[in-house]
């Protein structure tokens, strides 16, 4: 077991900090700043920019850039999920109470269902992504001598296809409902609201047309085919980024 | 051991829509009312603010304002040869956990059921003779009809504000409203949302395939609004935050914005909130209700006694409790006896995409705006050449164009992820539209609640376990609506439509519908039914049970409209013919 650090800035901001504190003792494991995840795997660290990092390893977050990049990738018609910063956002996630799946029904006994009867594993989101990146890795080693990080778009691509169908069978985790989380929650990272730390800039919501959350369209709703021409706005206004700001 | 509390009149297990309205109505005639909430108390100032309300991911992705699983939950298995498993995270349908229930989060599409519905068996049976009607088919009357509900839906909807176009007023049709629907005393409080692009283009297509729309009725003000009770309403504002969001702006109706203002001043009404009601306790007899036991937050266990105890939790929370408490036999699929856990019903809905060549903009509207279509509800057409029961309206509706949830579904062949996904997003987001069909589910044999033999909630006691599936009637019947709805978008004259039949097994996720029903079924007869015409406990008559838990089978409506006619019919009931001579009121 390793003693990574999770803020990644050595300016380590006081709401960072009661907020990685909060973590630290949900999890029951370790003191700040040594927070996160019991299960954490020694991986070296690093920044990028100024987030805090609250869950994911470096190995992890190279993973997740290179993996979001391929389901929404940048392109004529914009940035994609790496630029609107969703590894960022799956990690806040993960930190949090989704990450932990606190609202879930978590008792046992465990067993195998029906596809009817829904998610049936043992692991919190957190867990899965956690052990999904290691067998996806341990995938590509075996398969390509390499990372999943280090491989061409297009054989980055073949593999995400491979474990949405189940086509990959990985060691422990089971393919296709890591992929299903993955890509649900790029897709929340990038059409989230920027509050949440993707969607930088209102990326997503540029793309689609969507003016963000506002309070009053008495008078547009009935000009129809009328374009709505106001720039995006989020919850926390006009700032594209406003995570960043907490750091 | 329980500390016993200071006896009240009258203890409402849940403080949601039907509990609101009692605690209102009991409160008027002077009874002392006590509402136990699982959830917390909430307001529209300082919960509901604009500011943070519109807030996709919190509340309608990771579901801030619905019960949590880790509390409450259900196992489910399609039948009963299968072994139930939990739903461990929410998917299927979204219950609520706190003061005003789903009355907070719901859309407001407000309807009332039709005539025929209420005398389903009956109805049936007269018009294509008793073998039309499957043999496991278990559908019953209601034992109430619409006629004698009519003047508590006005009094639902005149509380509510509600906003339509009448179609039929005292047998007279109206032009622009649904003339399908049962005639009505008077018309709706308010005049019909403002329309959509959308909705308007549906409109259009759907007169020209000869049917007769028109605009839905809507718990969302269309302008401001005063109630009988004198609670002001503000008007919508067309914002998209509906469904899965609480309205920040009092023109949504709920608890809150109706009824709360007024109730909460009442010296002769008590609410507990983060409580969990366990039990209701039975005296020695075995046929009188005691009161009922809770949990506070703090773990303590309280026993609060009361004359009359009312289950107003949401459908199967209720069916529940009255399992756990041992109040009516327990439903038997095996034997077809008892009553508890009896016709479960749901609903099927299916949809169809159409990606326009307008620029409707998806992001303005409300929970409850849309267009509709009647001809295939209920009894509405001659089912004799379709060889099922049931219906359902088609509708465009608009309620928001929310980016995570609500892209509705991409052109045939579009992928799941990469660039051409993207393009995809691109160019149908502000150019695209869904029909729903909303159809009925009957009840049958093999649909049933009972407690399961494995798993368990927080206090150790057993959790509720759904079986439940899909039968053909309702595939037929889901079928037929589906083409009907894509009859209409193909004469919406768009670049390409998606057709999404539901097909194959009913599935605990993805979400489909909250329309959970059944389980303390109303009826005419102690052995097929929990509660009486008046929602009485036929074993305890003590005991009223409130919300779609009563319904016998389910219509092709939302059902909210029918839960608060119901439990103003209730209420009534309970104030001049209870309260009057406390005891069974119907004998059989």
Not at chain 1, 132 to 159: H, M, P, W
Not at chain 2, 204 to 215: D, M, N, Q
Not at chain 2, 348 to 376: H, K, R
Not at chain 2, 561 to 585: H, S
Request: one cysteine or more.
């Amino acid at each position: 077991m390793g003693n990574p650090t999770n803020v990644r800035t050595l300016r380590i901001s006081r709401r960072n900090l009661l907020r990685a504190s909060a973590i630290a003792v949900a999890a029951g494991c370790g003191v700040i700043p040594r927070v996160a995840w019991c299960a954490t795997p020694n991986s070296s660290t690093g920044s990028r920019g100024s987030e805090a990092f609250a869950y994911f390893t470096q190995d992890e977050i190279a993973f997740l850039d290179a993996a979001v990049d391929r389901l929404i990738p940048a392109d004529d018609l914009g940035p994609g999920a790496k630029e609107a910063n969703v590894t960022f956002f799956i990690d806040q996630q993960m930190a949090g109470s989704f990450g932990r799946a606190e609202t879930w029904y978590m008792q046992g006994p465990w067993k195998q269902g029906t596809p009817q009867q829904g998610y049936q594993l043992k692991l919190t989101p957190a867990q899965l992504y956690r052990a999904g990146i290691r067998d996806v890795n341990e995938y590509c080693q075996r398969t390509f001598k390499k990372d999943f990080s280090e491989l061409d778009a297009g054989i980055r691509d073949r593999v995400l296809h491979g474990l949405e169908k189940g086509d990959i069978a990985l060691r422990d985790t089971p393919a296709k409902d890591f992929f299903e989380m993955l890509l649900k929650n790029t897709g929340e990272g990038f059409f989230a609201d920027p509050i949440y730390g993707g969607n930088q800039h209102f990326a997503g919501w540029t793309l689609l047309g969507f003016p963000g959350p506002r309070y009053n369209y008495i008078n547009e709703i009935d000009q129809f085919g009328k374009p709505y021409t106001l720039p995006p706005v989020g919850l926390a206004g006009r700032n594209g980024s406003p995570a960043k700001r907490n750091v | 051991m329980a500390t016993r509390l200071k006896p009240v009149d009258v203890v409402l297990v849940g403080f949601g829509w039907t509990g609101s309205i009692l605690a209102q109505e009991l409160t008027d005639a002077g009874l002392q009312v006590l509402a136990i909430e699982r959830g917390k108390f909430r307001d529209t100032v300082p919960d509901f603010a604009t500011t943070h309300i519109q807030d996709e991911l919190k509340y309608a992705v990771r579901n801030a304002l619905f019960e949590e699983p880790a509390r409450e939950t259900l196992t489910f298995r399609n039948s009963s040869a299968e072994t139930a498993l939990p739903m461990r995270h929410l998917g299927s349908f979204n219950p609520a956990s706190g003061v005003g229930g789903a009355g907070v989060h719901w859309n407001g599409q407000n309807w009332r059921f039709l005539p025929s519905d209420f005398v389903q068996r009956s109805h049936i049976e007269e018009r294509y003779g008793k073998k039309f009607i499957p043999e496991d088919m278990t559908i019953q009357d209601w034992g109430v009809t619409y006629n004698e509900l009519e003047p508590y839906y006005d009094k639902w909807e005149y509380m509510c504000g509600i906003s339509g176009e009448a179609g039929n007023i005292r047998g007279k049709l109206q032009s622009g409203g649904n003339p399908f629907e049962g005639a009505r005393a008077r018309g709706y409080p308010l005049p019909p949302l403002k329309r959509s692009y959308a909705t308007a283009i549906f409109d259009k297509a759907a007169r020209e395939a000869g049917f007769k729309p028109f605009p839905c009725a809507a718990a969302n003000t269309s302008q401001p609004y005063k109630n009988p009770y004198g609670v002001q309403m503000g008007q919508c504002t067309y914002c998209g935050y509906c469904e899965w969001f609480a309205c920040g702006n009092y023109s949504k109706s709920s608890p809150q914005t109706t009824i709360l203002p007024v109730l909460l001043k009442k010296d002769n009404f008590a609410y507990r909130t983060l409580c969990d009601v366990t039990r209701v306790n039975k005296d020695s007899s075995g046929k009188r209700a005691t009161g009922v036991t809770y949990v506070d937050v703090q773990g303590r266990e309280f026993e609060q006694p009361a004359e009359l105890v009312i289950l107003c939790a949401f459908a199967q929370h209720n069916v529940h409790l009255l399992l756990l408490s041992g109040i009516g036999a327990p439903y038997d699929p095996k034997t077809n006896g008892g009553v508890v856990g009896r016709n479960y019903a749901y609903q099927i809905t299916s949809s169809v995409d159409v990606f326009l060549n307008e620029n409707v903009n998806p992001f303005m509207g409300a929970g409850a705006l849309g267009q509709a279509i009647d001809e295939f509800n209920g009894d509405n057409f001659d089912h004799a050449p379709h060889k099922f029961i049931g219906g359902g309206y088609i509708a465009l509706w608009t309620t928001g164009g929310r980016p995570i949830l609500q892209q509705h579904g991409l052109p045939d062949g579009t992928p799941k992820w990469g660039s051409d996904w993207k393009k995809a997003r691109h160019e149908n987001y502000l150019r695209s539209a869904s029909i729903a069909t909303h159809g009925s589910v009957m009840s049958y044999r093999d649909s049933y609640l009972d407690l399961d033999p494995t798993y368990r909630d927080v206090y150790g006691n057993p959790l509720l376990r759904l079986t439940f599936d899909f039968h053909d009637n309702e595939h037929k019947m889901s079928k037929f609506l589906t083409d009907k709805a894509a009859l209409i978008g193909k004469a919406m004259k768009p670049r390409s439509i998606k057709v999404n039949y539901r097909e194959g097994h009913y599935s605990i996720l993805p979400y489909e519908t909250t329309h959970n029903t059944g389980g303390a079924a109303m009826g005419t007869d102690p052995k097929t039914s929990v509660v009486n015409r008046y929602l009485q406990c036929w074993d305890m008559p003590n005991v009223f049970v409130m919300g779609a838990s009563v319904f016998p089978q389910n219509a092709g409506y939302n059902p909210t409209g029918t839960v608060g006619a119901l439990t103003f019919w209730a209420a009534d009931a309970i104030r001049n013919r209870y309260m009057k001579n406390p005891g069974q009121l119907i004998h059989t």
